[in-house]
Every structure is written in structure tokens, then in C-alpha cells.
């Protein structure tokens, strides 16, 4: 009877850290959606002086320099080994540089309600490029979990975001790019996962992101910082700390404890958040549609982030 007993502690021990793990890696997921989706109302405000490109570009070099301060203090490593550094400027180009950029400039083209109908899309790109690459076929439970995401998106913007236009095909075509390649991100970097600290991988990869949007906006958008108002500074500030610094932290730190279709999903809340944000930020009441939508993304997201058996990955 001693001898069971032994074994069934020593067997429930991994299953504790495997539960640990998933609600870590939940939490992580989840304060990354919030952090993104409060940085709407404040890009909201600092686009009003600072050009979007340039915001993005000066924030992330902003959050590089800090997070390779911590990365220093916290004594970890910043060297990056030779074999390392294509995927480290693939995953900085595709996590930031494609998914920032992307997104932001198919707001050319698209109102903001389709530009992230298509944008979040992207945990459905995870869950299907997730089998082939880590063999992971998708489940019922990880498929009603998108589908409940992306009906929550759909109630938030409303059926008038699946009406497009042929004059919408740039942005249609951006959008789907940049959910795409963050999607492929995303699983291959669950794939061959890079061997360095949470900062400094955060660091490198932001740093590597920022500086094509940074060139880009200085060229084409002349950005004039000494006319931001003090809230403008502000809205910086909360971008390059919080938005291109922590919430990229906590990104990647998810991205490893979860499933890549789990953490995919955990995203879908970005939006909710955002245009719940935007909305209290205007003095606007609480709608209807937001909260059902916040009710759908966040049954999607508990459904999602309960482990995937082992019997879902193909031979």
C-alpha cells in the first residue's frame, strides 16, 4: 500500500507542474492581450502628432535599450551564438517589423473593425500550420475554442466587417500577410525554440523588429517628436514600456508554456480590450456586443489553455 502510495505521488507530480505551466503560460497570454489591447486608446491619442510607423519604429527602440538594461541587471546573457542569428532576425522581422507593420498600414486601406477581422485570424493560421509543423492534429476542443474567439471579434466589429471591396485588396492582402507570418512565427518558433534568457530574447527581437518601421517612418512620415503634447509623451512612454517591452515578455514566455494554438487564441482578447478600452476612455457606456464578445473570447481562451492530450499528435 506504501509503495502505491509513493507511486501515485510520484506520478501526480508532473501533472501539478504540467498545471502550473499551463496557468502560467495562461496568465502570461492573457496580460499580453490586456497590455496590447490598452495600448489602443493610447496609439489612438499619440497618432494625433506621431506618425503610426514612427511610433511603433521609436517605441520599440526604446523598449530594446530598457529591456537590454533589465537583461544586464537581471545578469543574463546577451551573446548570441553564430548558428542563432537567422532565426533571431527571422522571428524579430515576423513578430515585429511584419505583424506591427502590417497591421497598422492595412488601416490604409481597411476601416479598423475589417483590418482586425483579418488580423485575428491569425489563431486559425496557428491551429492549421501547428499540424503539419509540430505534428499537432487540431482538436474539437481547440477548434470551438477559435470558433468561439472569432465570433466574438465578428459580434464586437459587427457583419459589416466581412464586407469588402475590391478597392480593399492592399489591405485585405496586408492584413492576411502579417496574421499569416506571425502565425508561422508562432509555430516555428515552438518548433526550434531559441536558446536564450526571456529579456534578452525579448531584447534582440524587438530591437531587430523596430528598426525597419523606425527607418521607414523617419523617411516616409518626417515625424516631428518635439511637437507631442505631454499625453503624447505619455502614450509613448506606455507604448515602449508596456506594449513593445512587457507585453513582448510575456508573449514569448506564453508562447512556450502553452500550445501554439492555445497562446494564438489567448490573443483574440487584443481587441476586445482594445475597443473596451477606447470606449471607457471617450466616457462611451458599455455595449451590449462588447460584452458578449468579452464573454465568447474569454470562454475561447479557458477552453483553449487546458492541455492538449497526447494522443492529438499524428504518428
Given at each position: 500500500m506504501l509503495a502505491t502510495n509513493r507511486g501515485a505521488t510520484g506520478a501526480s507530480a508532473p501533472s501539478r507542474a504540467a498545471a502550473h505551466r499551463q496557468l502560467v503560460g495562461a496568465l502570461c497570454v492573457v496580460f499580453t492581450a490586456l497590455g496590447w489591447g490598452l495600448n489602443w486608446p493610447a496609439t489612438k491619442l499619440l497618432i494625433v502628432t506621431c506618425p503610426p510607423m514612427s511610433a511603433r519604429g521609436f517605441s520599440g527602440l526604446?523598449?530594446?535599450?530598457?529591456?537590454?538594461?533589465?537583461?544586464?541587471?537581471?545578469?543574463?546573457?546577451?551573446?548570441?551564438?553564430?548558428?542563432?542569428?537567422?532565426?533571431?532576425?527571422?522571428?524579430?522581422?515576423?513578430?515585429?517589423?511584419?505583424?506591427?507593420?502590417?497591421?497598422?498600414?492595412?488601416?490604409?486601406?481597411?476601416p479598423a473593425g475589417q483590418a482586425v477581422t483579418l488580423a485575428y485570424t491569425m489563431p486559425i493560421w496557428v491551429c492549421l500550420l501547428a499540424w503539419p509543423v509540430l505534428q499537432e492534429r487540431p482538436t474539437i476542443r481547440q477548434v470551438a475554442a477559435i470558433a468561439m474567439g472569432a465570433t466574438g471579434?465578428?459580434?464586437?466589429?459587427?457583419?459589416?466587417?466581412?464586407?469588402f471591396q475590391r478597392a480593399d485588396a492592399p489591405g485585405i492582402a496586408l492584413a492576411l500577410l502579417a496574421a499569416i507570418l506571425f502565425a508561422f512565427s508562432t509555430v516555428y518558433g515552438k518548433m526550434r525554440p531559441l536558446?536564450?534568457?526571456?529579456?534578452?530574447?525579448?531584447?534582440?527581437?524587438?530591437?531587430?523588429g523596430s528598426i525597419p518601421l523606425a527607418v521607414f517612418?523617419?523617411?516616409?512620415?518626417?515625424?516631428?517628436?518635439?511637437?507631442?503634447?505631454?499625453?503624447?509623451w505619455a502614450a509613448l512612454a506606455y507604448t515602449a514600456a508596456i506594449s513593445m517591452g512587457l507585453c513582448y515578455v510575456l508573449w514569448f514566455m506564453a508562447r512556450s508554456r502553452l500550445s501554439a494554438p492555445a497562446a494564438a487564441t489567448g490573443t483574440l482578447l487584443t481587441p476586445v480590450i482594445g475597443v473596451i478600452a477606447s470606449a471607457l476612455a471617450l466616457g462611451d457606456?458599455?455595449?451590449?456586443?462588447?460584452?458578449?464578445?468579452?464573454?465568447l473570447v474569454t470562454m475561447g481562451i479557458v477552453l483553449a489553455s487546458r492541455p492538449v492530450a497526447a494522443a492529438t499528435r499524428t504518428p
Open positions: 526604446v523598449a530594446c535599450v530598457l529591456l537590454f538594461a533589465l537583461a544586464a541587471v537581471s545578469r543574463e546573457t546577451l551573446t548570441v551564438a553564430r548558428t542563432d542569428w537567422g532565426r533571431l532576425v527571422l522571428g524579430g522581422l515576423l513578430n515585429v517589423t511584419v505583424w506591427m507593420g502590417g497591421t497598422t498600414a492595412s488601416l490604409r486601406w481597411l471579434i465578428i459580434v464586437l466589429v459587427g457583419l459589416d466587417s466581412l464586407a536558446a536564450l534568457p526571456p529579456l534578452s530574447l525579448t531584447a534582440w527581437q524587438v530591437g531587430i517612418g523617419f523617411i516616409f512620415e518626417a515625424p516631428d517628436f518635439a511637437a507631442l503634447t505631454t499625453f503624447g457606456a458599455l455595449t451590449w456586443n462588447q460584452l458578449i464578445a468579452l464573454g
